[in-house]
């Protein structure tokens, strides 16, 4: 199954918002609003779906969300889906969503992270589609900080585009804006200083592969199904190795330490020639850090475990392609993460 790339975003192309997983509350649609008008004042067209209820914690019934993702997946007029953010349940759409058909569609962006992963994973590994986990939509009037992209860079580019993207060097530790206090805001308040983090050992890493994964509270409830079959996607795609990411947003120290033990045990992990793992402010236990509990499950790998990337919940985000062949470098002067899309 070759790999595939969604044809490059052009100004008058149409851009779908639907929520898959949970949709947008009473005091946030202005911020949507301001995040629809970004879109626009690119030059792409933007077709707002039914499946946006946020009273709830899904937007819609699973068949109704299911039925809204997989019409603007397969609309060959529409280049690229960006929901709201992630939420919850969006596992309910997995036996819902016809694959074969996806695989069989002109391929179209989908973009997201947190919940999202549930989604665009699956999407990569059972259709070779390339998805961008990145920004959610309500993120994307944030100005992006020096050497990270948006999803917009990233979804206009063409089939064979490289591109690298460096830590900014700060994020944020004082948790998220209120948006319904605040709709317009497009600065972060980037409070912090930080850099990569080696977990398993001292010196330098280089490390290439194919980038796959997403979220930890969300993939590892598809570990070990058809859904999440890395060694398939390796086999076909990437003889020479996968770059595996991970990230946490709230689950404590040992939660997450057991799901990653059982992501491992699944094979998730098997392919993998570097581990990359999201800053997170998810809480430590009172004898497990968040370190520790990447570095208790996964070292036993044996291979480089990089932490403190920006692709997971604190800001600012760098987006990674899955799918895009993806070189890692980390060393004391300098950490960058380059992508092709090939």
Partial sequence: MPLRYPRPLRPGDRVGVTSPSSGVADGLWERLDVAVRDVRDRGYEVVVGRCMDGS????????????????????????????????????????????????????????????????????????????????????????????????????????????????????????????????????????????????????????????????????????????????????DEAPDGLLVYVEATEDDAFTICRSLHGMRLAGFFDHANAVLVGRTEAPDAATLSQHEAVLDALGPLGVPIIADVECGHIPPHMPIVNGAFGRIVHTPPRSELTQTLR
């Avoid at 960006?82 to 919850?88: A, D, L, N, Q, R």
């Avoid at 993207?165 to 700060?170: A, D, E, N, S, T």
Wanted: glycine letters at 8%; aromatic letters at 8%; proline letters at 7%.
């Fill in 56 to 235: 709830g914690h899904v937007s819609a019934s699973a068949a109704e969300r299911a039925d809204e993702l997989m019409s603007m997946l397969t609309d060959p007029a529409i280049r690229a889906v960006v929901p709201p953010w992630g939420g919850e349940t969006a596992i309910d759409l997995i036996p819902r969503l016809d694959w074969t058909r996806l695989r069989e569609a002109e391929p179209t962006w989908l973009v997201g992270f947190s919940d999202i992963s549930t989604l665009i994973t699956p999407l990569t590994l059972l259709t070779g589609t390339a998805t961008v986990h990145g920004n959610n939509l309500m993120d994307t009037p944030y100005h992006v900080p020096e050497g990270l992209l948006s999803w917009f860079d990233i979804v206009a580019a063409p089939a064979g585009h490289r591109f690298t993207q460096v830590p900014p060097g700060r994020h944020r530790t004082t948790g998220f804006d209120d948006f319904a206090a605040f709709p317009a805001v497009r600065e972060y308040t980037l409070d912090a200083a930080g850099a990569w983090t080696r977990l398993d050992a001292d010196g330098a890493v280089e490390a290439e592969g194919r980038l796959i994964g997403g979220c930890i509270e969300t993939l590892c409830h598809l570990a070990g199904t058809r859904y999440l079959d890395t060694a398939a996607f390796a086999r």
